[in-house]
C-alpha cells in the first residue's frame, strides 16, 4: 500500500507557471505508475498525465500535451508535474495516483487547489 501527499498548488496568473509535487510512502515506489487527475467544479474528473513504473514512458491528455511534464524521482519516491502557458480552464483540484505494476487499483492523494486567473 502507499500513501500520497500533493503539494505546490497555489494561484497564478494565466501564462504562469507551477510545479506539483507527490510524495509517496513505502518501499516499492518504483514499482508504482503515478498520474495525475484533476477535478474542476461541475466537471467529471479527467486525466492528467501518467508515468509508467517500467521505462517511465509518458501520457498526456490532448488538453495539456506541450504545456505539462511529468516526472519520477525514485529515490525521493515523488512525482512531479511541471506545468506552463497556466490557462484559467487548468483551474481544478489536482490529484496524484498511484497504480502498483500499472493494475487497475488506485491509490490517491488528498488533492491540491490550482487556481488561474485571466
Known amino acids: 500500500q502507499v500513501q500520497l501527499a500533493e503539494s505546490g498548488g497555489g494561484l497564478v496568473q494565466a501564462g504562469g507557471s507551477l510545479r506539483l509535487s507527490c510524495a509517496a510512502s513505502?518501499?516499492?515506489?518504483?514499482?508504482?505508475?503515478m498520474g495525475w487527475f484533476r477535478h474542476a467544479p461541475g466537471k467529471e474528473r479527467e486525466f492528467v498525465a501518467r508515468?509508467?513504473?517500467?521505462?517511465?514512458?509518458?501520457t498526456y491528455a490532448d488538453s495539456v500535451k506541450g504545456r505539462f511534464t511529468i516526472s519520477r524521482d525514485n529515490a525521493k519516491k515523488t512525482v512531479y508535474l511541471q506545468m506552463n502557458s497556466l490557462k484559467p480552464e487548468d483551474t481544478a483540484v489536482y490529484y496524484c495516483?498511484?497504480?502498483?505494476?500499472?493494475?487497475?487499483?488506485?491509490?490517491w492523494g488528498q488533492g491540491t487547489q490550482v487556481t488561474v486567473s485571466s
Open positions: 495516483a498511484a497504480s502498483f505494476l500499472g493494475g487497475p487499483d488506485m491509490y
Open positions: 513505502g518501499r516499492t515506489f518504483s514499482q508504482y505508475t
Open positions: 508515468i509508467r513504473w517500467n521505462g517511465g514512458s509518458t
